[in-house]
């Protein structure tokens, strides 16, 4: 009776530890970034900084607000953070292959987190950092930042995309209409 409880046994925790085998381990998060210049004119309320990153696992709780505290983008040296406030985290249903590993397009929908009349924010090399609740980050290089605020640009009317027509006045070529 003993012997086929101790083999009874054994056979439990040799088909436990078999399964556990199987079981998938946990996959790194991969993020890659495309660095682009942001060069933004404060125009509205109602606009947004579009950032894209591809990310290899879609349900995580990295891009997801309910477990974001934070977000800020900061010079490269950490001279300047500017605080963000998200608006949305949309994932695309594509999915892009590369280097054997299956990426989701993520698109950050922000807001600089402050008004201003008149300021320039300038960053050559720029950095999302993002802080989870679990105080856990991610820092992400995405290029150069730009971003003016000056109520006073938005009363002035431009037009470009001008053109000009050359006439021949007196043997002189001169500029018309």
Known sequence: MKTKIVFGLLTFLLVVFIGLLFIPGHRNLKVITSPKIFSILKSSDNEYIEIELLV??????????????????????????????????????????????????????????????????????????????????LNLYVGEFNYLFNDNLNSDLGISNLTSTVHNNEGINTVSG
């Open 56 to 137: 290899n696992q879609k349900d995580t709780y990295y891009f997801n607000k309910d477990y974001i505290s934070s977000m800020s983008i900061k010079s490269e040296f950490d001279e300047e953070i500017i605080p963000l406030v998200i608006h949305n985290i949309s994932y695309s249903n594509n999915q892009y292959d590369y280097e054997n590993d299956l990426f989701y397009l993520v698109n950050l929908s922000v807001s600089i987190g402050f008004e201003s009349e008149e300021f320039l924010i300038s960053f050559e090399k720029a950095f999302l950092d993002i802080l989870y609740d679990n105080e856990e980050y």
